[in-house]
């Protein structure tokens, strides 16, 4: 069955017409597999769409508690020696406070998203922020030597957050802009993650020097930790008052046939089924996952790379950190454009994809050379482009898999990014204690020229923009789950 959804030209109201036309498509197991354009019976009716300024507020806002997110992940991790000498544990340890973020992901993901799909985004940014706000007030409480467990206690409470954040770019992008900003604002929501990360690097190192005195170096920690609490603290407060669901007059012909579509005929579990029997996104999944948890392994372990090569180089390790990940927003931001204007999205992704391969191949046999200012250079440059294929992997997911959620697709691309960040991030770690660090970077490059192979291999099928593209006087028809 199919809905067609009008809207009065006069005063934007949509209501239901009879269907003249029709273009019915199924899968091999005999579900609808396509949006359908059909026609109305009265043709002085056209489909009204609307943006509202607001839309980039929302944006903003969402960036940021994202951000004050993802400084979390990493503040540990860019001073790995510092907290292990404060808190007496191995580097190893220390270590578990950045891939905590990815284990959290896995198991919460499936009900993160399931209460998206239920509640909404208003919902979800409020959990978002509350649960990083109390994540950041109990590692205040955590500032003593004998304490590394309340301060994993605190990090766990900010990865859970991070279930609540990481895949809604492209929801929040879908939501609230038309189809010919909708990437640039994908990358927008990416680049408050990203510059999270990004001052994760640069100011830990900063506001906590390597000094012998422990209760100095306490004193150092504290005011780190109290920082990110008043931020996060306050943005909290910003998405009570301010983050609105969604616009009154949906901002695209693809969102006006999703908004009208009855909930009580979509199914969740259907949903996630026919995602993993959609074959482009499962290669998309795969090759996904390989590219963003080589970067996942390369930030939590950059500390220990540069250290090993460049001996008392802490902030100049946080510094390689913030220009990998800044050029890398530099690239989020000139694809999502890049996409808006040429649609060309395959093309794009492989593009990026291979000359991020090429960028942690020259990373790797450079990083020895001794000398900084060539790291500076080759991080700047694996960043633009492994940082910046994030949106490309999201928008992408979300053209080749309409009318499915954004959330549930980004989510499954993220929680992908989690497991092999995992497993790389150990399986590097053991290869640079026991061999060097030559070695695991060669491991990441091997799997990334994997992943270039099976971006490759996609068949691009852009489902939203067919929806996208129909003109005005024809209705959008969404087959039903």
């Known amino acids: ?187 927008i929501g990416v680049f408050g993650n990203q510059l999270g990360i990004a001052i994760g690097f640069l100011i830990p190192p900063i506001l906590v020097p390597n000094v012998d005195d422990m209760n100095e170096l306490a004193q150092h920690i504290s005011i780190m930790f109290y920082i990110t609490a008043a931020v996060a603290s306050l943005i909290f407060l910003l998405v009570v008052f301010v983050f609105q669901e969604k616009p009154e007059i949906p901002p695209s012909l693809s969102q006006v046939a999703l908004r009208d579509m009855p909930t009580t005929q979509y199914s969740y579990l259907a949903s996630i089924a026919r995602l993993f029997c959609n074959k482009p996104f499962i290669l998309l999944l795969i090759s996904y996952g390989l590219n963003v948890g080589c970067f996942y392994a390369v930030s939590t372990l950059l500390n220990r790379m540069i250290i090993e090569h460049y001996p008392g180089e802490e902030v100049n390790a946080g510094r390689i950190g913030l220009t990998l990940v800044i050029a890398g927003v530099v690239g989020s931001l000139l694809c999502g454009i890049w996409l808006d204007k040429t649609k060309t999205y395959k093309q794009t992704t492989l593009t990026v994809y291979l000359l991020s391969f090429v960028g942690m191949v020259i990373y790797a046999f450079t990083l020895n050379l001794g000398h900084l200012w060539v790291v500076f250079l080759t991080s700047g440059a694996l960043g633009f482009f492994m940082t910046g294929y994030l949106p490309l992997g999201f928008e992408f997911a979300v053209e080749l898999t309409y009318p499915e959620s954004e959330g549930t697709s980004s989510g499954l691309l993220n929680c992908s990014a989690q497991m092999f960040g995992i497993a790389f991030t150990i399986i590097q770690g053991k290869i640079i204690d026991h061999f060097s660090t030559l070695a695991g970077n060669i491991f990441l490059c091997v799997f990334l020229f994997i992943g270039s192979i099976m971006t490759a291999l996609i068949k691009s099928d852009l489902r939203r923009q067919k929806a996208n593209s129909q003109p005005q006087t024809e209705v959008i028809a969404v087959s039903m789950f």
């Open 1 to 187: 069955s199919s809905i067609i959804i009008c809207w009065d030209e006069q005063d934007g109201n949509h209501f239901g017409k009879d269907v003249l036309q029709t273009e019915q498509t199924k899968n091999t197991d005999g579900n609808f597999d396509h949006v359908e354009i059909s026609e109305c019976r009265d043709t002085n009716t056209v489909c009204n769409t609307r943006l509202y300024r607001r839309r980039w507020l929302i944006v903003l806002l969402f960036s940021s508690y994202s951000l004050c997110n993802a400084f979390q992940w990493i503040q540990y991790g860019i001073i790995n020696n510092i907290f292990m000498k404060f808190y007496n544990v191995s580097s190893f340890a220390i270590d578990w406070l950045s891939m905590i973020y990815m284990l959290t992901y896995i198991p919460f993901i499936f009900p993160v998203t399931w209460l998206l799909e239920r509640k909404g985004l208003r919902v979800i940014a409020l959990f978002a922020a509350s649960i990083n706000c109390v994540g950041t007030w109990i590692k205040v409480a955590s500032v003593q030597p004998n304490l590394f467990w309340i301060t994993m206690l605190g990090q766990f409470a900010c990865s859970f957050a991070q279930v609540f954040i990481l895949g809604m770019p492209s929801q929040v992008a879908s939501v609230w802009f038309g189809s010919d900003e909708v990437s640039t604002a994908c990358a």
